[in-house]
């Protein structure tokens, strides 16, 4: 199940992305701003190029299901150990992605708020 998710979570970077390259996190600062914000600011560095990160619109790959959607089948607790791991994906499209360890409490607030 988690392999699925690590597959549609983050599915595909731009079709000019050659398989097996590599996303990492843009470092993006928390000064004072609440851990949602922060999260979804994350998001949109990270994902949102593939991935519709809130309300009902489809993503902008096709492939990719919205944010909304994943969070509902899969809680911000059952993403821990793969947002510290980095996630690995299965389709061609999709690099793997990894977040700093400061990101990730942020990022599953915003997972949360979906």
């Known amino acids: 199940m988690l392999l699925g998710l690590a597959a549609a979570l ?11 390259d590599q ?13 949602a914000e922060l999260g979804r600011k994350i998001a949109t560095s990270l994902c ?3 991935h ?7 993503s902008p790959h096709p492939a990719a299901p ?3 959607v994943l969070a509902r089948r899969w ?7 793969r947002l510290e791991e980095g996630i690995q994906a299965t389709h061609p499209d999709m690099p793997e992605v990894r977040f700093a ?4 409490d942020p ?3 915003f997972w949360s708020s979906l």
């Open 66 to 68: 919205p944010f909304p």
């Open 23 to 35: 996303v990492e996190s843009s470092d993006l600062e928390a000064e004072s701003e609440a851990p």
């Open 52 to 58: 519709a990160l809130e309300g009902d619109q489809p």
């Open 101 to 104: 360890p400061a990101e990730i």
């Open 10 to 20: 983050v599915s595909c970077a731009p079709a000019r992305s050659p398989p097996g």
């Open 75 to 81: 809680p911000a607790e059952t993403l821990l150990t």
């Open 107 to 109: 990022f599953l607030a």
């Open 48 to 50: 949102a190029r593939c």
